[in-house]
């Protein structure tokens, strides 16, 4: 049995990592475990740019991976970049077992406003399907509302949803099979 | 189906390249990695990717323009994106001068590189559509294998149409090249001897007991070498058509026995006395002008009105430019696929060049040219490097010499004309060839009423 393999990167909102639980179970079918909490990404942290290299924290994932995790999905509270963007909500590798988010920049006081709890979950959750989604093969979706369309600011985040579109749903059921059926059902006995 | 996309990422930088490649591949790109520009040289060659991306700087020799130039001789006309770290002036200016169509400083936008990459791939997406519709637009101006737009050729088609079901003989009169033996079978399977046998004879190619043998058969031992007895070709085209190109080069005796035939559509084997009766269609073709023949004694005059019953002239290829980038795209298509070769394009700059060439060989010239271009194309596009070898060169000018009954004027219209020409109206670039100041080309141009 493998399972889904949260990482939350040093100090993580509690609510946060419990909402994004939930949604990778309900969406993924495969039973969620954390990963005990590691220290701050410091190793990745780049003087000159302030951020953290996402690279380097996704390749620290893939040697730390334990040998029952069908995915990871590491979630952090620091801006994430690679050398060729400004910034990235998050990273993937497209197939593959790792991915990360970042919740800097879907706090509201990034952008000078004030907090907003809710809106803050919503966008997590969009953002944890999109990346772990990358993971299980799927790539950008040109349908504006699926949580697999490219969010490139925050504006586009907020104008897609939390539930995958026909399109990906039917490639998901065929690149995870048999623990989709699950995670439907529980969607259909939650309904 | 849509194809999927490559694209390369050129950079020395290992987390860099690697890095912008998962991102890419997150949109549903194919993307290949090079970690110099040597690596990405090579990496072209193999393919051409839909977009380059190339970090200007680069350790080892080759920079990012250097890079960029090479890939571009491979292929003219890559998509390639220059990414650099900090904006110069002076780099942006090279870059760009270069042919670089984008030049993106990073760390840039998210939003930024989405935007070009959509750009440019929505590009390629309608160019290739063009590529699918001119495939299409190909097929309409086909007929019989014969490509053409031309008013005169679209004639001939419909008088082919007309006149295929006849048994009247047809004489076919073009340059050689103009594509006759296609105009030939083009009347054959139009009609409705189609189901029957369509022989083609060079009556050029054979001497002229050979020939008659060949057209007529022989009885067993009629001659040295006549161990068995041989149907001719006019017995195997019983209930089709036989196609005789290049009938002016027939001897005499032979221009009696086909008149024969002609008229009485019956004739000996060599050596044999049985009558043999045939319902041959024939079609005659040659490129000399018969009736000039006829005027210097050198063909029958009967000969020559009996197959003289419907006439086609095929226009040369020089009368009929608007067909040359049909035919020489088809060509690139069917000859690449024979050839194995990944050539699919041509470039605009070349279909210039092949409009301006005189193509003395005609049509079978234009495909002698692009099969030569494309055993030494090394893109996926032809382009006008692949063809330098239909621009004279300047040895092959050592040869010429002063047509008789020319005057000085005259030459020099000519020569000022050709100029012209070849510099596609370019005064500067004329005067400059021809070592006179523009105002005097000016006023020489006026003088001989030269057209430009
Ligand atoms: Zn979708
Ligand atoms: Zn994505």
Redesign the pocket.
């Known amino acids: 049995m493998t399972f889904l393999y949260l990482a939350p990167q040093g100090a993580v909102d509690d609510e946060v990592l419990t909402i994004i639980e939930t949604c990778l179970w309900a969406n993924f079918g495969y039973e969620i475990r954390q990963l005990g909490s590691s220290a701050e990404p410091e190793y990745a942290f780049d003087l000159r740019r302030r951020q953290y290299s996402s690279t380097l924290i996704l390749r620290q994932l893939v040697v730390k991976c334990p040998p029952d995790a069908a995915r990871i999905l590491a979630v952090t509270e620091k801006d994430l970049f690679i050398p060729m963007l400004s910034f990235i909500f998050g990273q993937a590798q497209l197939n593959g077992t790792v991915a990360i988010i970042s919740l800097a920049r879907l706090r509201q006081e990034f952008y000078g406003l004030p907090s907003n709890r809710m809106l803050l979950l919503a966008r997590v959750v969009k953002e944890a399907l999109?990346e772990m989604g990358?993971t299980f093969g799927l790539i950008?979706c040109p349908e504006r509302t699926c949580p697999m369309s490219?969010s490139t600011n925050i504006h586009q985040v907020d104008t897609k949803g939390s539930e995958f579109c026909a399109g990906c749903r039917a490639l998901l059921r065929e690149n995870i099979g048999a623990t989709y059926e699950q995670a439907a059902n529980i969607m259909r006995a939650e309904d | 189906m849509k194809t999927r996309w490559e694209i390369l990422v050129v950079d020395d930088e290992e987390v860099m390249r690697e890095s912008l490649a998962a991102w890419l591949r997150?949109d549903g790109y194919d993307v290949n990695t090079a970690s110099s520009g040597r690596d990405a040289i090579e990496k072209a060659r193999q393919k051409d990717y839909a977009i380059y991306f190339i970090d200007l700087k680069m350790p080892g020799g080759i920079d990012g323009i250097e890079t960029m130039m090479e890939v571009r001789k491979v292929h003219p006309e890559a998509s390639i994106i220059i990414i650099t770290a900090y904006a110069t002036v002076d780099t942006a200016i090279t870059a760009m001068k270069e042919g670089a169509q984008e030049y993106i400083v990073k760390p840039c936008n998210p939003e930024e590189i989405s935007l070009l990459v959509n750009r440019i791939i929505k590009i390629k997406n309608l160019q290739r559509e063009n590529t699918i519709l001119r495939k299409k637009l190909t097929k309409q101006y086909c007929f019989h294998d014969i490509i053409s737009k031309n008013p005169k050729m679209l004639e001939i088609f419909q008088l082919i149409q007309e006149i295929a079901s006849l048994r009247s003989t047809v004489l076919l009169q073009g340059e050689s090249g103009t594509g006759k033996e296609l105009i030939a079978r083009a009347i054959h399977f139009s009609g409705d001897r189609a189901e029957q046998p369509f022989i083609g004879v060079s009556c050029a190619a054979l001497a002229e007991t050979l020939l008659e043998s060949e057209l007529f058969g022989h009885e067993k031992g009629s001659f040295t070498g006549a161990v068995t007895q041989k149907k001719g070709k006019f017995e195997m085209a019983d209930g089709g058509t036989i196609f005789l190109d290049e009938i002016g080069d027939i001897s005499p005796k032979l221009q009696m026995d086909l008149l024969r035939v002609l008229q009485e559509r019956c004739f000996y084997r060599v050596g044999g006395s049985e009558e043999i009766k045939v319902d041959v269609r024939i079609i005659a073709a040659t490129n000399v002008d018969l009736q000039q023949a006829v005027l210097d004694g050198k063909f029958r005059d009967d000969l020559f009105y009996r197959l003289n019953v419907i006439n086609i002239r095929i226009p040369p290829l020089r009368d009929r430019r608007e067909d040359i980038p049909v035919l020489a795209r088809s060509f690139v298509e069917r000859i690449a696929h024979e050839l194995g070769k990944e050539v699919s394009d041509i470039s605009e700059g070349s279909l210039k060049l092949l409009l301006d060439h005189n193509w003395p060989g005609n049509v079978r010239e234009l495909e002698n040219a692009v099969e030569r271009a494309i055993v030494t194309c090394r893109g996926r596009a032809l382009t006008e490097e692949d063809f330098t070898f239909l621009t004279p060169r300047v040895e092959a000018n050592r040869g010429w010499s002063v047509p008789a009954n020319v005057t000085l004027q005259e030459l020099e219209k000519e020569v000022i004309a050709a100029t012209i020409q070849r510099t596609h109206g370019n005064i500067k670039e004329a005067a400059a060839a021809l070592g006179i100041d523009r105002s005097t080309l000016y006023e020489r141009i006026k003088k001989f009423e030269i057209p430009r």
């Open positions: 999109h990358h950008h490219l | 997150e």
